[in-house]
């Protein structure tokens, strides 16, 4: 007799800035099957195959603010699959930088930057911010500056 496989729900282990981990249980196993390693599946794409002991998965590409949906389905030697396990969703913490414009000025020796605050996933707290903006050299007079809002785009905000 073959074996039906039934395979346990996903957890994470842990999500971070460098990297988000999967645990699940070895499935049960009926009849006569071994199983010989679980592939793992992010965004219904086979990611990875594990070996029959290894029951954890450490994703490391990811990007920030973005959400991965975890699968996993275990082998067994006489070539029998179970089904995929049931999607397990994970967003990747982090913070989306803002766009940043020109907002009126007082007066005209001035400049006056703005920005909406930053998407942040949950457990992220932003302490402080920080813009930078390049001066631009130019060669010569004949060359034309470009629009404020073109050195705006060049500009960098940081935050921690």
Known sequence: MTGLLILSILFCRACNFKYISI?????????SAHIT???IYIDGICEAVNAPDQLTYNYTTGKFCTEYSFQVQALTDNDITSKPSD????KWPGVIPPTVRQLPSETNSSLKLGWDIPYCTEGVKIKHYKVCIFKLYFKSEKETH?????????SLLWYH
């Open 23 to 31: 645990h699940w249980e070895k499935p049960k196993v009926y009849g």
């Open 37 to 39: 390693g679980y592939r």
């Open 87 to 90: 999607p397990l969703l994970v």
């Open 146 to 154: 470009p629009k404020l809002t073109q050195i705006l785009k060049r």
